[in-house]
């Protein structure tokens, strides 16, 4: 009871009581800037909604229908402006209170004394994220003529509102460990917003559903509340889970909330040296989610709220290959190594599995093996659970581990070429042989195949997909195969050429030392 008393107190302490959340809440609204930008804020709304009720008011012949249309598209750029507005002001709320730390040369200070990397990080994403909803109660005046008029109710709004606070919670978990990762602003608001724009690409994804010709089957997909494309739609709708309508504000909430904890796990984890508790603690939730969203997701997939991953007879392949599609953007952390900067980078060999859940160089491919072995029980355990399981489907999830087999040793080169230059060096030129051999080939094949159908050539059609080793069709066995023997191949070559590279790096290093 004492140790449950304690973590009480400490996570009220962390989230309720927290100094720096205070702190910088008052920051963020001092001086003359705050003030101004809310006013014109407020104005930019308020002459929107009169304009707009103007122009409905002077078109005298128009419809009652054709009236109620205007009001509910009036209610639709409401919520659309909203959500840009909270795209483009929470990611520099969240990375600008980290990075002043840095400016003031005071990040240091802050971990000499009691408090904690959780205890930091959690302070700045609340009081960014109360400025958050400081800016929507402000618009909230407008949204209550949208009411009045009978453009939404006030269920709509209430539950829209939480939609996009939640969108606005998503961009400032994004470009917290951006932030503390680049240390700079320029380059931690530029990959904030690059990072927010690709999460709105994906998010769209989750609307395909919906958008097929009886997608929604009077139920909305479980998982379109993500998406801030369509908050101002999911806010009015539910979704069935396991036979049970729920709003879909729900599972919108559970997932950000969990996508929260992974990135404020993953900031700490890059503030604090290899094998501390932020590094153990995101390790193990990342295992654990591999294996329990899948296996809910496969689960519900069985039921009346059918998620459509694609119709392919493979659920299993669809799943995982979707599941696995983020690692891209932690995979430059995982399968790079440098010269410098103590244990946390220095290589300890590429198979280390007792160091799995430490943060060394050596555990990356054994945790990467892991993660998808998890995410694949997972996915084949919920679906076969469905009876939707295809009986290929191990075949082509077979095919993404080499691809991702393959993805890892493309990082072990690009450390080995460039690890004299620092770890940061590394992750781009990791980056860059990433597109350079999952993207830049299926674009160049996919002009290539335009251009010889608009000459005319007699070539046959999908030509240029059956060269593109990235992608499977999920109906030829053949070409999976080929495929995957191929990617194998490339695979073990890359990584033969990177660990000779490797071995001589480590002999440098121990005559430098």
């Not at 503390?180 to 994804?205: D, N, R």
């Not at 080995?416 to 350079?436: D, K, N």
Request: proline content about 4%; charged content about 10%.
């Amino acid at each position: 009871m004492a140790n449950l008393g304690a973590w009480v107190s400490e996570q009220r302490r962390t989230y309720f009581d927290n100094a720096g959340m205070v702190r910088e809440y008052r920051t963020q609204l001092r001086g003359i800037k705050a003030p101004l930008f809310l006013v014109f804020y407020s104005g930019l709304f308020v002459m929107m909604a009169s304009l707009f009720y103007f122009g409905i008011a002077f078109i005298s012949n128009q419809s009652i229908a054709g009236t109620q249309q205007q009001l509910a598209f009036f209610y639709n750029v409401v919520v659309g402006m909203l959500e840009f507005l909270v795209a483009l002001v929470a990611p520099v709320l969240a990375a600008s209170s980290i990075i002043g730390e840095y400016q003031r040369q005071s990040i240091d200070l802050l971990f000499s004394s009691p408090v904690g990397p959780k205890y930091f990080l959690v302070g700045k994403l609340i009081a960014s994220y109360r400025y958050v909803l400081l800016l929507l109660v402000l618009s909230l005046p407008v949204a209550a003529m949208c009411v009045v008029l009978g453009g939404a109710t006030w269920k709509d709004v209430l539950s829209t509102y939480l939609l996009v606070s939640l969108h606005g919670l998503v961009y400032m978990a994004i470009s917290i460990p951006i932030a503390v990762m680049t240390a700079k602003a320029v380059p931690a608001v530029m990959w904030s917003y690059l990072a927010g724009f690709l999460y709105f690409l994906v998010s769209f994804s989750t609307m395909i559903p919906a958008m097929r010709p009886g997608g929604f089957n009077n139920s909305a997909p479980p998982l379109m509340g993500l998406s801030p494309a369509s908050s101002s739609i999911s806010g009015r709708l539910s979704t069935e889970i396991f036979g049970v309508s729920v709003p879909l504000w729900v599972p919108a909430a559970v997932i950000v909330l969990l996508f929260v904890r992974l990135m404020i796990l993953g900031a700490g984890s890059a503030l604090t040296q290899a094998g501390s508790k932020e590094t153990f603690n995101l390790r193990v939730t990342g295992l654990v989610l591999c294996f329990v969203v899948p296996l809910l997701t496969g689960l519900a997939m069985g039921g009346s709220s059918r998620v459509a991953f694609g119709a392919t007879g493979n659920e299993l392949a669809t799943m995982v290959w979707w599941f696995t599609f983020p690692f891209f953007i932690f995979l430059p952390y995982l399968s790079t190594w440098a010269g410098s900067g103590g244990s946390k980078f220095l290589p300890n060999g590429w198979w280390r599995m007792k160091f799995t859940l430490r943060g060394t160089p050596g555990s990356g491919l054994p945790y990467l093996t892991c993660l998808l072995i998890a995410l694949t029980i997972g996915s084949a355990i919920g679906t076969a659970s469905s009876g939707i399981m295809g009986p290929l489907s191990f075949v082509y999830a077979f095919g993404i581990f080499a691809l991702w087999a393959l993805a890892w040793a493309l990082g072990w080169a690009a450390s080995s070429i460039v690890w004299r230059s620092g770890i940061e060096s590394c992750r781009r030129l990791h980056v860059l042989f990433l597109f350079l051999v999952f993207v830049l080939p299926g674009i160049f094949l996919s002009i290539l195949e335009g251009l010889t159908l608009s000459q005319g050539m007699n070539l046959p059609a999908g030509w240029s997909e059956k060269l593109n080793l990235s992608t499977f069709v999920m109906n030829d066995m053949n070409e999976a195969w080929y495929k995957i023997v191929i990617i194998c191949v490339l695979a073990v070559l890359v990584w033969f050429f990177a660990e000779r590279k490797r071995r001589q790096a480590v002999e440098s290093m121990r005559q430098l030392a």
